[in-house]
């Protein structure tokens, strides 16, 4: 059964850290472009961050550079994102996704992709 099952949601303060972890199952993410999503309540779903599974190339959003820090382990078939200095503009269901016809970039910007995983909450106290 192919799945992605993500994990490491939770309650933070403002400028705490989180990560989040992004597992494949069914199906190995060589070749794949990996991406991290998020959508906040009344608001559309975002692209967040970005990574090529085979060569690490990576992508981030303009309102998570310098913060967040995606990468992977190709032993785990994993994918994480480190997210330090949260913000409660950071609140939001995070998912991961991944697709073989985007690109890095395409991934993120057209939020477009074939598998989803189910999400997991980010709710960030001020």
């Known amino acids: 059964q192919v799945q992605l099952v993500e994990s490491g949601g939770g309650l933070v303060q403002a400028g705490g850290s989180l990560r989040l972890s992004c597992a494949a199952s069914g199906f190995t993410l060589d070749y794949y472009a990996i991406g991290w999503f998020r959508q906040a309540p009344g608001k559309e779903r975002e692209g967040v961050s970005c990574i090529s599974f085979s060569d690490g190339d990576t992508y981030y959003a303009d309102s998570v550079k310098d913060r967040f820090t995606i990468s992977r382990d190709n032993a785990k078939n994993t994918v994480y994102l480190q997210m330090n200095s949260l913000t409660p503009e950071d609140t939001a269901v995070y998912y991961c996704?991944?697709?073989?016809?985007?690109?890095?970039?395409?991934?993120?910007?057209?939020?477009?992709?074939?598998?989803w995983g189910q999400g997991t909450q980010v709710t960030v106290s001020s």
């Open positions: 996704a991944a697709d073989r016809t985007w690109t890095v970039q395409g991934l993120c910007v057209m939020n477009e992709a074939h598998h």
